[in-house]
Nanobody, 126 residues
């Protein structure tokens, strides 16, 4: 069965960095795009970033563009989210999600992504 397991969350200071990882199993990882999404306390799910199955293209929400970088290692069945210049408003539960196609649906992943991890908490606070 499909499993997505996120790790790397924690407490960071404003301006700091964290790197999230998502280990995937149970499907042919290299055939599908992957996305990251987040849910802040009291708010809805927000798509953050997506990457094509072969890593050739990446997309970002305006709120994280220039600060976050998505990448993947198909040999390790893992997708990453490097988060730099963190802000308190980045505090959220971060999820990775499997897209149903080799290309990302970007923010439509919220409706169309077919498998989700359990999430990893990121807290940005001084």
């Amino acid at each position: 069965q499909v499993q997505l397991v996120e790790s790397g969350g924690g407490l960071a200071q404003p301006g700091g960095s964290l790197r999230l990882s998502c280990a995937a199993s149970g499907f042919t990882f290299s055939s599908y795009a992957m996305s990251w999404a987040r849910q802040a306390p009291g708010k809805g799910l927000e798509w953050v970033s997506g990457i094509y199955s072969d890593g050739s293209d990446t997309y970002y929400a305006d709120s994280v563009k220039g600060r976050f970088t998505i990448s993947r290692d198909n040999a390790k069945n893992t997708v990453y989210l490097q988060m730099n210049s963190l802000k308190p408003e980045d505090t959220a539960l971060y999820y990775c999600a499997k897209e149903p196609n080799p290309t990302t649906n970007q923010d439509l992943c919220i409706l169309m992504c077919d498998y989700w991890g359990q999430g990893t908490q990121v807290t940005v606070s001084s």
